[in-house]
Protein backbone atom coordinates (compact mmCIF):
# COMPACT_ATOMS: atom_id res chain seq x y z
CA UNK A 1 0.00 0.00 0.00
CA UNK A 2 1.03 3.64 -0.92
CA UNK A 3 2.40 5.38 2.30
CA UNK A 4 -0.17 8.48 1.59
CA UNK A 5 -2.19 8.48 4.84
CA UNK A 6 0.28 11.52 6.42
CA UNK A 7 -0.16 13.27 2.79
CA UNK A 8 -3.32 12.99 2.59
CA UNK A 9 -3.98 14.41 6.36
CA UNK A 10 -1.32 17.16 6.77
CA UNK A 11 -0.76 18.46 2.87
CA UNK A 12 -0.52 21.79 4.35
CA UNK A 13 1.95 20.97 6.49
CA UNK A 14 4.26 19.57 4.23
CA UNK A 15 4.37 23.28 1.93
CA UNK A 16 4.77 24.89 5.28
CA UNK A 17 8.13 23.34 5.50
CA UNK A 18 8.91 24.10 2.66
CA UNK A 19 8.61 28.17 3.25
CA UNK A 20 9.82 27.79 7.10
CA UNK A 21 13.27 26.53 5.95
CA UNK A 22 13.61 27.78 2.44
CA UNK A 23 17.11 27.87 2.79
CA UNK A 24 17.62 24.24 3.13
CA UNK A 25 15.17 23.86 0.07
CA UNK A 26 17.10 26.18 -2.36
CA UNK A 27 20.30 24.33 -1.23
CA UNK A 28 18.35 20.46 -2.57
CA UNK A 29 16.85 22.35 -5.60
CA UNK A 30 20.33 23.45 -6.70
CA UNK A 31 21.98 20.31 -5.74
CA UNK A 32 19.82 18.68 -8.24
CA UNK A 33 19.64 21.50 -11.06
CA UNK A 34 23.70 20.85 -11.32
CA UNK A 35 22.84 17.05 -12.69
CA UNK A 36 19.60 17.50 -14.36
CA UNK A 37 20.24 16.67 -18.20
CA UNK A 38 19.40 20.01 -20.11
CA UNK A 39 16.45 21.08 -21.03
CA UNK A 40 14.32 21.13 -23.11
CA UNK A 41 13.86 17.06 -22.44
CA UNK A 42 10.91 14.95 -22.05
CA UNK A 43 10.99 14.38 -18.01
CA UNK A 44 9.07 12.77 -14.98
CA UNK A 45 9.07 13.46 -11.50
CA UNK A 46 7.92 10.24 -9.71
CA UNK A 47 6.46 11.82 -6.44
CA UNK A 48 5.82 14.63 -7.87
CA UNK A 49 3.78 15.71 -4.39
CA UNK A 50 2.71 19.35 -4.78
CA UNK A 51 5.04 20.43 -6.98
CA UNK A 52 7.78 21.92 -5.45
CA UNK A 53 10.65 20.38 -7.25
CA UNK A 54 8.77 20.13 -10.66
CA UNK A 55 7.76 23.50 -11.25
CA UNK A 56 11.50 25.43 -10.39
CA UNK A 57 13.21 22.43 -12.44
CA UNK A 58 10.61 22.71 -15.76
CA UNK A 59 9.36 19.13 -15.37
CA UNK A 60 5.85 18.83 -17.11
CA UNK A 61 4.32 14.94 -15.94
CA UNK A 62 4.52 13.82 -12.62
CA UNK A 63 3.24 10.33 -10.81
CA UNK A 64 1.71 11.08 -7.73
CA UNK A 65 -1.05 8.77 -5.38
CA UNK A 66 -1.89 11.33 -3.32
CA UNK A 67 -4.95 12.73 -4.48
CA UNK A 68 -4.77 16.28 -2.18
CA UNK A 69 -1.05 16.97 -3.04
CA UNK A 70 -1.81 15.60 -7.08
CA UNK A 71 -4.39 18.45 -6.73
CA UNK A 72 -1.85 21.17 -5.66
CA UNK A 73 0.65 19.81 -8.51
CA UNK A 74 -1.93 19.94 -10.91
CA UNK A 75 -2.85 23.83 -10.39
CA UNK A 76 0.79 24.73 -10.70
CA UNK A 77 0.45 23.35 -14.36
CA UNK A 78 1.34 19.53 -13.96
CA UNK A 79 0.01 16.69 -15.50
CA UNK A 80 -0.94 13.99 -12.94
CA UNK A 81 -0.95 10.41 -12.55
CA UNK A 82 -2.46 8.71 -9.71
CA UNK A 83 0.02 6.08 -9.94
CA UNK A 84 2.73 4.39 -7.72
CA UNK A 85 6.27 4.36 -8.32
CA UNK A 86 6.12 0.57 -9.25
CA UNK A 87 3.67 0.62 -11.27
CA UNK A 88 4.23 3.48 -13.92
CA UNK A 89 1.55 3.46 -16.28
CA UNK A 90 3.75 4.54 -19.40
CA UNK A 91 5.05 2.68 -22.31
CA UNK A 92 8.51 1.14 -22.29
CA UNK A 93 11.56 4.20 -23.66
CA UNK A 94 8.90 7.37 -23.01
CA UNK A 95 11.39 9.99 -21.04
CA UNK A 96 14.47 11.27 -21.24
CA UNK A 97 14.91 11.31 -17.10
CA UNK A 98 12.99 10.52 -14.22
CA UNK A 99 13.40 12.44 -11.09
CA UNK A 100 12.84 11.35 -7.85
CA UNK A 101 13.35 13.79 -4.39
CA UNK A 102 12.85 11.99 -0.71
CA UNK A 103 10.29 9.12 -2.37
CA UNK A 104 12.62 6.34 -2.27
CA UNK A 105 11.68 6.43 1.41
CA UNK A 106 7.74 6.71 0.88
CA UNK A 107 7.83 3.36 -1.46
CA UNK A 108 6.88 -0.16 -0.93
CA UNK A 109 9.43 -1.57 -3.04
CA UNK A 110 12.87 0.04 -3.97
CA UNK A 111 14.03 -2.02 -6.57
CA UNK A 112 11.40 -2.37 -8.36
CA UNK A 113 10.78 1.26 -8.46
CA UNK A 114 13.85 2.05 -10.00
CA UNK A 115 13.15 -1.14 -12.56
CA UNK A 116 9.83 1.06 -13.68
CA UNK A 117 12.19 3.96 -14.43
CA UNK A 118 14.26 2.05 -15.90
CA UNK A 119 11.58 0.52 -18.28
CA UNK A 120 9.94 3.82 -18.84
CA UNK A 121 14.05 5.66 -19.82
CA UNK A 122 15.01 6.08 -23.62
CA UNK A 123 18.69 4.68 -24.27
CA UNK A 124 21.08 6.56 -22.19
CA UNK A 125 18.36 8.34 -20.09
CA UNK A 126 19.17 9.20 -16.76
CA UNK A 127 17.14 8.81 -13.11
CA UNK A 128 17.98 11.39 -10.43
CA UNK A 129 17.72 10.38 -6.97
CA UNK A 130 17.72 13.16 -4.09
CA UNK A 131 16.98 11.87 -0.78
CA UNK A 132 18.57 12.11 2.78
CA UNK A 133 21.36 9.96 3.89
CA UNK A 134 20.52 7.87 6.91
CA UNK A 135 24.42 7.86 7.81
CA UNK A 136 24.34 11.09 8.27
CA UNK A 137 23.60 13.42 11.12
CA UNK A 138 20.68 14.56 9.95
CA UNK A 139 19.39 10.70 8.91
CA UNK A 140 20.50 9.43 12.18
CA UNK A 141 17.93 12.22 13.39
CA UNK A 142 15.06 11.36 11.42
CA UNK A 143 15.87 7.78 12.08
CA UNK A 144 15.61 8.40 16.19
CA UNK A 145 12.80 11.17 15.97
CA UNK A 146 11.07 8.60 13.31
CA UNK A 147 8.07 8.22 15.57
CA UNK A 148 7.34 11.66 16.50
CA UNK A 149 7.17 12.93 12.87
CA UNK A 150 3.69 12.70 10.71
CA UNK A 151 5.85 11.85 7.98
CA UNK A 152 8.64 9.79 9.07
CA UNK A 153 7.20 7.55 11.03
CA UNK A 154 6.38 5.63 7.83
CA UNK A 155 9.70 6.12 5.98
CA UNK A 156 12.16 3.71 5.80
CA UNK A 157 15.73 5.44 5.15
CA UNK A 158 19.06 4.35 2.92
CA UNK A 159 22.24 4.91 2.61
CA UNK A 160 23.93 5.91 -0.28
CA UNK A 161 25.83 2.53 -0.61
CA UNK A 162 22.24 0.91 -0.25
CA UNK A 163 20.63 2.93 -3.02
CA UNK A 164 23.64 2.69 -5.43
CA UNK A 165 22.96 -1.55 -4.91
CA UNK A 166 19.58 -1.23 -5.86
CA UNK A 167 19.81 1.08 -8.89
CA UNK A 168 22.62 -1.25 -10.10
CA UNK A 169 20.44 -4.49 -9.70
CA UNK A 170 17.81 -2.33 -11.70
CA UNK A 171 20.76 -2.00 -14.19
CA UNK A 172 21.95 1.90 -13.92
CA UNK A 173 25.39 2.60 -14.36
CA UNK A 174 27.82 5.54 -14.67
CA UNK A 175 26.84 7.15 -11.41
CA UNK A 176 27.54 10.56 -10.66
CA UNK A 177 27.34 12.02 -6.96
CA UNK A 178 26.49 15.76 -5.20
CA UNK A 179 25.64 16.51 -1.72
CA UNK A 180 24.90 19.62 0.64
CA UNK A 181 23.98 20.09 3.98
CA UNK A 182 27.30 19.52 4.66
CA UNK A 183 28.03 20.46 9.13
CA UNK A 184 30.33 22.83 9.22
CA UNK A 185 29.71 24.55 6.12
CA UNK A 186 28.02 27.05 4.76
CA UNK A 187 23.98 26.13 4.00
CA UNK A 188 23.81 26.68 0.50
CA UNK A 189 27.66 24.60 -0.10
CA UNK A 190 27.26 21.73 -2.67
CA UNK A 191 30.32 19.38 -3.39
CA UNK A 192 30.78 16.53 -5.72
CA UNK A 193 31.07 12.70 -4.19
CA UNK A 194 28.86 11.65 -0.92
CA UNK A 195 29.68 10.95 2.69
CA UNK A 196 30.05 14.79 4.37
CA UNK A 197 26.30 15.91 3.35
CA UNK A 198 23.07 14.93 4.18
CA UNK A 199 21.41 15.40 1.22
CA UNK A 200 22.51 13.08 -1.06
CA UNK A 201 21.81 13.61 -5.30
CA UNK A 202 22.64 10.33 -7.53
CA UNK A 203 22.99 10.50 -11.42
CA UNK A 204 22.93 7.08 -13.22
CA UNK A 205 22.37 6.30 -16.71
CA UNK A 206 20.62 3.65 -18.64
CA UNK A 207 23.00 1.14 -20.49
CA UNK A 208 21.16 1.50 -23.72
CA UNK A 209 20.81 -2.18 -24.06
Known amino acids: MPKIKPFEKYSDRYDEWFEKNNDIYHAELETIRQLMPPLPGNGLEVGVGSGKFAVPLGIKIGVEPSEKMAIKAERQGIRVFRHVAENLPFSDSAFDFVLMVTTICFVDDIL ?12 YGCIIIGFVDKESELGKHYTDKRNTSVFYKVATFFSTQQVCKFLAEAGFGDFTFKQTLIPGETQEKIQNGFGKGAFIVIKATKNGK
Do not use: G, M
Open 112 to 123: KSFTEAFRVLKP
